[in-house]
């Protein structure tokens, strides 16, 4: 947004009997710096991209007299001038401008003087034989739009030119500073000269000076069909004011020049005026020529030839059919979708809405009659209209942001007054449609809130609470209505902030930012509480360190991913291939392993923590892993042979990271996992309770994604380790004496079926051994003819103390027998002799 200061000072006054604004308006008068303003805007959240000082454009040009003009002796397209710049100074210039003659005025750069649109410093100069002091200039060579190529004669230009030797400058409106703001998407008001006047206004303590409102203009239902309405209602409104009467000509020189400053190129003066309340109050507005639009199409639902008048009852707002074709206003065919929003006449479309109106109902210099469009469109259909067809527009920037329903028949009025005034027009009728509007409820503002959050102000070096005056100020210089109350206020948020400014702290905020947050006091919290991880946090923490440690590096990867009938759609997506979220983590894992190994990586060791999506909308946080390949520095130990890890090898890895949070796994036999190896998975448990799955990829899977055989992936849910995790806070350290008895340890070997896990018979004998089984683990697993068929045979040495005493043999035998036996009993083992 290109911001003008001198039409800003318009906007912003102090009031008339405030002594202490009024010395604030004087800082924001002529003499106020720019750099100041900039500051101030950007610590307050507009932030300032670039200042560009129009004077310095015309510095050291004057206004200057040509007395005589003749042909230059040696050359026939140069002429030979004497000028005259003030006081009784002449200056003889050889111009090479066709349209240079006698008794005009034009600006004149004396020597010395830098042009810094054309990079050009003027120094006395020798033109094939004749000497020459200046430069007459053209409107480009002062940065100013003009294609006619020859000087510019202030006698065509001004209703008043200067007198000689003054400076050109503001004349031509080259007396201003531009500020280049970058607008946020939450605050659309800030497109718009009214809506920075209030900001500024906010920030020096100064009241806006808007115009008077023009009368509304009465309106009657627009006709229209079914569909019509519903697309007006998305949006929310949609209008059309008939004016006639109308001289299409070149726009007074103040409205050219605020276009210009601003970035717009004028047109004629129906258009520049739509643009200049574009600017003014943010609202994008729209002519149709009539006449023309009537030949365009018959009225909806009249056969034959097309109606001389305009029909309104034939405009109509809906997507266009896939291939419709629509020439806009920039020359450009247009071949529109589904996606595009149009408006239609006679079910033809004739603009873009939001966008961009169609060449065929353009205003011309024969037009005499117009339809003014003002219309509010859904953002979401305007984003996804300008994106279907490559096109960005100021009018689409200002839509894709929201507006308010409130201020567009306002800006409509001010539109139509100017036609009045500039163009003669006349306005005959106006039709409307728009959905039922829904008071916004106000918000209440209290006043210990707003100072327990922000604290005191600093004013003369005291410390103190803002005071009521100013709070009120603040908000009421941004449009809020404030009414008093006993604990604050009652406040009523305007329209071109409904979208911002929607509770309680959202007003403390904006006190904040305007009064600015360099005023308050620096000051404790009080009471002043401990902060600190949550025990979930903490878990969390820990397990991403545990796996590091463990040889994986966390990764992150998208989780916009392409189309899938099984993955979430998004509404909205910037491109096609990432339009849905993510309902797996492994798969792009894989990728990313596959990746790495062709890039000649030795090994891809590699956990992601992140969120996938399901159809319906719910969201879970998974535990993700991938171990592919081999993770060492050295080679020897293998005579130079890669040495990848084996199941259980892998399976280590993510046990020794659980096993800092002092989570204990369980691991059941999974057979049907398409993923995995239908021999080397199992089912990780973790209280009793599925959790995930560990396993080998498929020898499939591995081939078709050009992985290793020995590709390892896990996958567990992030709720059922951390819930495991965080029961009294198992992983905080605590000690335990150490041993100052003998332990004793005896071997078991026991016959079991093959199928039987390692973990029952674990679980069989330390309940069993209680309270003398201090250990337990699994030493040897043999299958072989001497067990037999089926059968396997499982070896486990088996620590027994006491704490306090020495056991003796009988004690040992007592507890061991008491294994056995619930071995026996409970599972059929047989004892291996």
Sequence with gaps: MRVSLRWLRELVGAPAADSASAAADGLFGPEFRAEELAERLSIAGFEVEAIDDLSAQARGVVVGYVAERAPHPNADKLSVCQVEVGGDQRLQIVCGAANVRAGIHVPVALVGTTLPAVQLTIKPAELRGVASSGMICSLTELGLGDSSGGIAVLDDLLDEVPELGSPVGPSLGLDDTILELAITANRPDGLSMQGIAREVAALLGLETRFEAPPEAIDARPLPGTAETRRAIEEGGLFSLTALTGLAVTASPLWIQRRLQNAGVRPINSVVDITNLVMLETGQPLHAFDRDRLAKLAPAAGTPGPARPEADPAAVGLRHA????????????????????????????????????GGADEAVQEATTAIWLEAAVFAPQAVRRSARSVGLRTEASSRFEKGLPLEATLAASDRACQLLQQICGGQVESRWLHRREACESAPLHLRRDA???????????????DLADERIEQTLAAIGCSLAAEPEGWVVRVPPSRAMDLRREVDLIEEVARLVGYDHFASHLPDPIEPGGLRPEQQAERRLRRGLCAAGLQEVCSYSLVNADPARLPLANPLLADYGHLRDTIHQELLEAARRNLQAGQAGFWAFEIGAVFNREGGQRELLVGVISGERRAERWSSSGKPRPPGYFEARGCLEQALAGLQIVTEDRVLSDHPLL???RASLVVVEGRPAGWFGQLHPEQAEQQDLPAATYVFQLEMAALVTAATRRNRWQPSFSPFPTVPASERDLALVVPTSTRAADLLQVMRKAGRPLLEQVELIDRYEGTQVGEGQCSQAFRLRYRDPRRTLTDADVEEAHSRIRQALERQLGVQLRS
Excluded: F, K, S
């Design 321 to 356: 059919l896939e291939g419709e074709r629509l020439t806009t206003l920039d020359g450009e065919e247009r071949v529109l979708g589904p996606e595009a929003l149009t408006v239609t006449y006679g079910d033809r479309p004739i603009a873009l809405a939001g966008l961009m």
């Design 450 to 464: 707003l100072h327990n959050l922000l604290g005191p102000v600093v004013v003369d070096g005291e410390a103190d």
């Design 677 to 679: 190896h239908p021999g």
